[in-house]
């Protein structure tokens, strides 16, 4: 069975950091690109980050300004979101996805699968 | 950066037809996706490339794409379709993947 499993969210305060991770089973993790997607209660989806199937390519969400870092571990079927220097605005159920179509590169790709989300929140 | 614009609501009675629009600049040169949320669930991929369906989501969900205008079109709409539905593409300059504002479907 397909599926991404994220943990890792927490409560922290204003200027902490959280790590998450997301496990993958079920495919070919390797040949995938994937991403970070949040959204803040009551919001819309966000893109906050992609990484390529070999790593090479990594991008970032406007908003993040350095704070966040995504990496992944192809051997260990996982991804990892480093976040730094949280504010409110960061609290969010964070998602991971995974490109609809497997590619080496970056994709235009739609996100075909992905977990049931982390929330982060980020309170005094 | 590249915006997409979508109405905020759409009301469509059981049975009749939904059209979800989803507005960017020469949004027709682009691959659009369409995501359907349910409240508490992450989002499901309906659509994809334009016009292509995930295997298990049902025809009633259809896509085009063209100028500055893609469409989710819902035939036959039932009361299981209310959601919230998300467009989006990925805007090859600012090398960003970018999700539209969320359209809020009630079934009457």
């Known amino acids: 069975q397909v599926m991404l499993v994220e943990s890792g969210g927490a409560v922290v305060q204003p200027g902490g950091s959280v790590r998450l991770s997301c496990a993958a089973s079920g495919f070919a993790f390797g040949r995938y690109g994937m991403h970070w997607v949040r959204q803040a209660p009551g919001k819309g989806l966000e893109w906050v980050a992609v990484m390529s199937s070999d790593g090479r390519h990594i991008y970032y969400g406007d908003s993040l300004k350095g704070r966040f870092t995504i990496s992944r571990d192809n051997s260990q079927n996982a991804l990892f979101l480093q976040m730094h220097s949280l504010r409110p605005e960061d609290t969010a159920v964070y998602y991971c996805a995974r490109d609809y179509h497997a590619n080496s590169g970056l994709s235009a790709s739609g996100f075909g699968i992905w977990g049931q989300g982390t929330l982060v929140a980020v309170s005094p | 950066s590249y915006v997409l614009t979508q109405p905020s609501s759409v009301s469509v009675a059981p049975g009749q037809t939904a059209r979800i629009t989803c507005g960017g600049d020469?949004?027709?040169?682009?691959?659009v996706h369409w995501y359907q949320q349910k409240p508490g669930q992450a989002p499901v991929l309906v659509v994809y490339d334009d016009t292509d369906r995930p295997s298990g989501i049902p025809e009633r969900f259809s896509g085009s794409n063209s100028g500055n205008t893609a469409t989710l079109t819902i035939s036959w709409v039932e009361a299981g379709d209310e959601a919230d539905y998300y467009c989006h593409v990925w805007d090859n300059r600012s090398r960003h993947y970018v999700f539209g504002t969320g359209t809020k479907v009630t079934v009457l």
């Open positions: 020469i949004i027709g040169s682009k691959s």
